[in-house]
C-alpha cells in the first residue's frame, strides 16, 4: 500500500525520531509525546518498501522539522544511521547516541572482544563524518557497546 501513498501532510509537526528498537519506541509512546511529533519505529536496517516509505515522509516534510534516529551505541546503530541519512534523511541527526548517553550505560554495556573493536576503528577510519568519534572513543577504550535499552 505503500505505493499508493500520494501525500504525507506534516501540518504543526516539528520533529519526527526514527527509534530502531521496538522497546524504545513502545517506551516514547508510552511515556508521552509532544502534540507536534512523529515516532516511527525504524526497526533495524530497513527493507526496500519502508526505505519507500521513509522518503515519502522525508519528501513530504517541510525543511524546519528536524528528523531524529536513535540506535544502539554500536557498529549497527552507526551504519544504520548512516544508511538512512545518506540515502533518504539528508538532515538526520543522531539522538541519544553520544559521548553522554554511552556513559550513562555503560555500565550495563555488551563486553566486545578485539576483533569487535578493530571493525569500528576501521567504520570510523572509512567514514565520511567525524559525528561518532567522540563516543567511538569511549566504546574503544571501555571495550563495551550500549544497547539503547539500556537508556531507558
Avoid at 509525546?33 to 516509505?53: A, C, D
Wanted: aromatic share 12%; charged share 25%; net charge neutral.
Amino acid at each position: 500500500m505503500v505505493s499508493d501513498i500520494l501525500k504525507i501532510c506534516f501540518e504543526n509537526i516539528n520533529e519526527v525520531f526514527f527509534i530502531e528498537n521496538r522497546t524504545n519506541y513502545r517506551q516514547m509512546i508510552l511515556n508521552g509525546i509532544q502534540r507536534n511529533t512523529v515516532i516511527i519505529h525504524h526497526g533495524g536496517f530497513y527493507s526496500p518498501l519502508k526505505g519507500e516509505l521513509f522518503r515519502k515522509l522525508f519528501e513530504n516534510a517541510h525543511r524546519e522539522i528536524k528528523f531524529y534516529f536513535w540506535g544502539d551505541i554500536d557498529l549497527g546503530g552507526f551504519n544504520m544511521y548512516d544508511r538512512l541519512k545518506q540515502n533518504i534523511v539528508l538532515s538526520l541527526m543522531p539522538y541519544r547516541m553520544d559521548k553522554q548517553s554511552f556513559l550513562a550505560g555503560k555500565h550495563l554495556g555488551e563486553k566486545r572482544n578485539h576483533e569487535y573493536l578493530h571493525k569500528i576503528m576501521k567504520y570510523q577510519k572509512q567514514c565520511n563524518h567525524h559525528m561518532f568519534d567522540e563516543v567511538i572513543q569511549c566504546i574503544l577504550a571501555a571495550e563495551v557497546t550500549v544497547e539503547q535499552e539500556c537508556l531507558l
